[in-house]
Each structure stands twice: as C-alpha cells, then as structure tokens.
C-alpha cells in the first residue's frame, strides 16, 4: 500500500505515549460498527481484520464475539506496534498477534487460512481505485464458503455524495492526492458480485456512512 498524504480533515491517530494510537474515529463508530457485526457476523470461526489502524476495533470485537479467532493487520509498523500495545494492555485469547498485510497487495489472501469473516474500517477512500479493486478481489478470495465480508466507511451513494461534509471531505482526499477520494457504493458491490459473493443490502451508518456487506455462498 503506498503511503499517501492525508488531508488536515482525515481522521489522525493520536499517540498514548506507551506506542498505544488513539483514534477519535473509534469514539463515534465503534458500537455502531459493532452493532452491525453483531447482526452479521459467524457464531465461531475466523476472523481477519484489514488495515487494523490503532487496534481499538479489534478489542471491542474480540471482547464481543469471544468464539471468533480475530486476526488483526496493518501495513504500518507503528500501527502493529498499536495493535500489540493494546493487546498488552488488555490481553485476549481470542486474538492472534498483529499480522504485516497489505490489503492492496495481490495475492495475500492465498497466504492465510480461509476466513469466516474479513472486515475493513476506514480505508477505501484513502486508497486509489485499483488498490480498492485489489482489496476487494483479495477479500473475497478470502473468505471460506458461508463467510461474510464487511466494509465500513463513506461513498458516493447513487452516483453522489450525499451532504456537505462528504462533498468537502472528498475533495480535500483528492486535492492531497488525485488517486484517492470516495469510491461508489454500487461500483463496491459489483466488484464483490464479480469475485463471486452475494452482497446484502447497505447498512446506514451515523454520519452518512456505510457498511457494505456481502456473502461467500456455501
């Protein structure tokens, strides 16, 4: 994953001075995330976390859904050291060690065990369009047949950005870097339909936000 500029309006991580982030996007989606995991995810199984960030989402699911074996990654070392910081803080059992993956890299879903669950918070509006098609083609490869894939994150909505603050926030992603900006909700779905899932319907999320969801058949 190339490491591109974030505009002042993306969400930072905040460093805890231990190499714990703390990320202020956590504090207004995290349940509402969890809600819709709640509602979607396996009973037991796998679990792989994509571009994991601080870890803060990892350790709310993990405490959640104790039956489910989580797999977080990241592609930044300071964000693995996060994830392990957190972890140190708040063991779990449920959780494996923080895992080195580019999510945008081809080929690293024939790496892993097949997944119950791949999930994503946050990521493809900060990626271009290719990186976006690669990540998706990779989490459906993926998932075990039965598997859930989710993505959380804002997109346009019918050809459109749905308010002011996605209209700003896009063009800010764009003015730091051209190859980035929202993706299309319908153009994510049809990319997951064409790596052989079944998507769900669009869950609405605080702040005109998304999650999108879709199944492994099987």
Known sequence: MSLRPKPASASQAHPQGDGRLHSPSFARNGEPIAAVVAELAP????????????????????????????????????????????????????????????????????????????????????????????????????????GVALIYGPFRQGGRLVSEGDRRFDASLRAADPETGYKDAEWVNERLATAGLVPDEPRRMPADNLILAARRPG
Not at 68 to 92: G, K, M, T
């Open 43 to 146: 009973a037991r199984g796998r679990a792989l976390e994509l571009a994991s960030g601080s870890g803060e989402h990892v350790l709310l699911l993990s405490e959640r859904h104790p039956d489910l074996i989580w797999q977080p990654s990241d592609a930044a070392p300071e964000r693995i050291a996060s994830v392990a910081a957190w972890l140190r803080l708040h063991p779990r059992e449920n959780v494996l060690p923080p895992l080195p993956l580019d999510a945008t890299a081809p080929g690293w879903a024939a790496g892993l065990p097949r997944q119950d669950l791949v999930m994503v918070v946050n990521l493809l509006h900060l990626i271009s369009t290719p990186e976006a098609q690669t990540c998706l083609a990779e989490m459906a490869a993926a998932l075990a047949p039965g």
